[in-house]
Every structure is written in structure tokens, then in C-alpha cells.
Nanobody, 117 residues
Framework: VQLQASGGGLVQAGGSMRLSCAAS????????MGWYRQAPGKERELVAS???????NYSDPVKGRFTISRDNAGDTVFLQMNNLKPEDTAAYYC????????????WGQGTQVTVSS
């Protein structure tokens, strides 16, 4: 599966932003989808995931502020980010794994999100 992320940019603290990731090349609904982020000098971390069966998980720093959703008809996964904080500044990557495979082995290019204070 090929992944194309979009929607990053610059936003003030407290603002909102929506990221999109369009998938192609395979049966989208068979894949678990996730959003990772990587800030300068830090390791890449999983912030949200939605399984092929629509089970959703969030990392603690984004719970209550971020919402992940998927549109299986449109082969797209979204990340709605509200009440953004400067510490959310990072390159955000969408990722896919074949359902329950345990390995995120498909990656989109990063999209930069910068939150100013």
C-alpha cells in the first residue's frame, strides 16, 4: 500500500489542524492505520491508531485532543488535532500494517506540524 499524507502547517497554540493520509494500491480496509510523530532529537512515537476493525487507541499526551478516523470508501485516514500545544510540533507520518501483523511496514512521507506559542 502507498500512503500520501497532507495537511500540515503552522498554527498557533490552542488552534486546530486536520491531517489526511490517502492510501492506494491495496485493500485499505484490511489495514490497521496509524499516525506517528517525530520531534527533533526525539524518537518516533505512535500517537493514534485505528485497526481494520475500527478499534482506536491514543497515546496519553494526545488523549482528549486528537481524533483519528478512517474512511474506507475513500481509502483515507484522518487525524483531527484540537487544542494544539507547542509540544505537538513534529513531523507527522501516517503508517499502515496489514491487520494484526504487528509491524508498521508501510509509511507515508512526513508532514510538518508547527505549533507556535
Amino acid at each position: 500500500v502507498q500512503l500520501q499524507a497532507s495537511g500540515g502547517g503552522l498554527v498557533q497554540a490552542g488552534g486546530s489542524m486536520r491531517l489526511s493520509c490517502a492510501a492506494s494500491g491495496s485493500t485499505f480496509r484490511s489495514y490497521d492505520m496509524g499516525w506517528y510523530r517525530q520531534a527533533p532529537g526525539k524518537e518516533r512515537e505512535l500517537v493514534a491508531s485505528v485497526s481494520s476493525g475500527d478499534s482506536i487507541n491514543y497515546s496519553d499526551p494526545v488523549k482528549g485532543r486528537f481524533t483519528i478516523s478512517r474512511d474506507n470508501a475513500g481509502d483515507t485516514v484522518f487525524l483531527q488535532m484540537n487544542n494544539l500545544k507547542p509540544e505537538d510540533t513534529a513531523a507527522y507520518y501516517c503508517a499502515a500494517q496489514y491487520k494484526d501483523s504487528g509491524t508498521w511496514n508501510f509509511w507515508g512521507q512526513g508532514t510538518q506540524v508547527t505549533v507556535s506559542s
